[in-house]
């Protein structure tokens, strides 16, 4: 069994747990196990990849969590005062580590089963509530020092040693501060959601975590453009109320020499505070804490009356354009699955909304750069920014692979059971209830805000980027495995990289073609007829897939 370094490094402290009445040598153990699970578990940020090597999975989460600490050392580049650029440092280092705990640390803080087992051996529960605990703090310090090494080196680098020394006992007491803010939020959690809906909530955790790595490095080039040399910072009383504040108030001494009297108060309570809450967490919040986690274990019927309404919406939309039975039961099928099953919200939302940012986004710099708004209208109204819709076209065609995935694929014997004499109607059947669900809606919401400055003028183009969009998704369709919906285990990897290297090759040349098309109307509606023909036959002929193309 693998003796990590850790391990190492806790064995000099050995000697307070066997003071607190803790079997230290059993704790080791329970504790060299747990690290050993960690490393197969799958953070969010590297959902969708596929890793053959359980370790590597593992080092390579620690190198995403250093990229996005790598980010942070860009606020300390501008001449700005240290305490402001530490202030946003912190806060942000503050949020995605207390985000990174609830998403990809939730089975670590919400443990409930190694009691189960521990305590029917003769393990004293001491032993278990401190392995435990142990574990969280080494899984806390580790993210927590990974994201804020970068920006530790670089400034320890450019301010010397005084300045890491301050930063090293400040993500100390960050870490505590987290740790209190996280059970907290869970304990709140437990006492208004039942363990069904509590994983919901966690889902939608990591959906965010995953949005926010995936766009949140777009903000970096735009907020600097808003930074003046000149700044001038002026204290205010609210900043006592901010933990970011308490912990950047020491940098001040730094650069300014600055021992102003709020900067003392701001540094005393940023030692105090934090201490306080780690005595209340051990004291007082983890008993409570740990009798609320029975919730976990805890599935409550629910009322699903706005669910059964939008069902019956997409019941009424699906047989209108879909008057295949068979076909439209399949599609309705695909709807349900893909919003009861959490892992496939995970690969599919972040995605959703990266294609409907990525071009909004686009539009920011046009609005940036002109002095009013009505400027920045004209401005992109007289260019062809419509065309990187195909930004958006080529993300939500890549993410139809999601059906082919679930959690419960060994369900998919019940396909060959029904007399159904033609699969190829329920892929068609689970795509386009994929289209009609997420897609269209996607797409729409999309094609709104660019109407907004182009007006009417733009719908001939939205037509014609939405057929090629259909063309791509039955195009990748026929190219991949012929695969029967939610019939496989989740596995990322080759075949999705593929999809997106084809989505995005095609949507080039697709925006190339539609720009050169662009102001000839005639060229246009012909290369629209086109598109639609060649979609109309690969979508018809696709239903046709029998049993032994599978």
Known sequence: MKDFWILKVLDFFSFFYRVMGIDY???????????????????????GSKHKDQENTFKKSLIMYGFMGVILVLILLPPLPLFLKMNLIIGILIVMVMMTMV???????????????????????QTVNAAKITHILINLLTVTFVMAGPSLIAGGYKYGLLFMSIYFFDLLLISGLILFLTSVLYFLMLLFFDGDKLKDVINYFQIILSLMMMIGYQFTGHVFRYIGHDMVFNFKWWMYLLPSAWFAAPFSWISENSVENHFVYLSVIG?????????????????????????????????????????????????????????NSVCRFSQNMISSERSIRLRLYPNLGLAIFLP????????????????????????????????????????????????????????????????????IGALKGFILKYVIPAYLFVSLIFAVPYGVRIIPHLIIIFLNMLLLIILLFKLSPNELPFGKKFQGGENNVQSALGSLAFCGISAFLHYALQDIQVGLFIYGIAVLLVSAYLWKTSAKITWKDL
């Open 25 to 47: 040598g059993v704790m080791r153990k329970i504790l060299q196990i747990k690290l050993i699970m960690d490393q197969r578990r799958a953070p969010s940020i590297l959902i």
């Open 103 to 125: 998403s990809d640390f939730s089975s670590i803080l919400l443990e409930t089963r190694d009691k189960d087992i521990l305590l029917s051996k003769p393990i004293k529960s």
């Open 271 to 327: 030692v105090i505070v934090p201490s306080l809450l780690l005595m209340l967490y051990f004291g007082v919040v983890i008993k409570y804490f740990e009798r609320s986690l029975y919730k976990l274990d805890t599935v409550r019927a629910k009322k699903r009356i706005t669910v059964e309404k939008r069902a019956i919406i997409y019941r009424k939309i699906s047989s209108a354009l879909i008057p295949n039975n068979l076909e």
């Open 360 to 427: 909004v986004l686009i539009m920011v710099n046009p609005l940036i750069g002109n002095n009013s708004l009505q400027e920045a209208m004209t401005d992109i109204s007289q260019g062809a920014y419509y065309l990187f819709i195909y930004l958006s076209v080529s993300m939500l065609s890549s993410t139809a692979v999601t059906i082919n995935s679930s959690e419960n694929y060994k369900g998919a014997w019940i396909y060959k059971a029904l007399p159904i004499e033609l699969p190829g109607v329920i892929l």
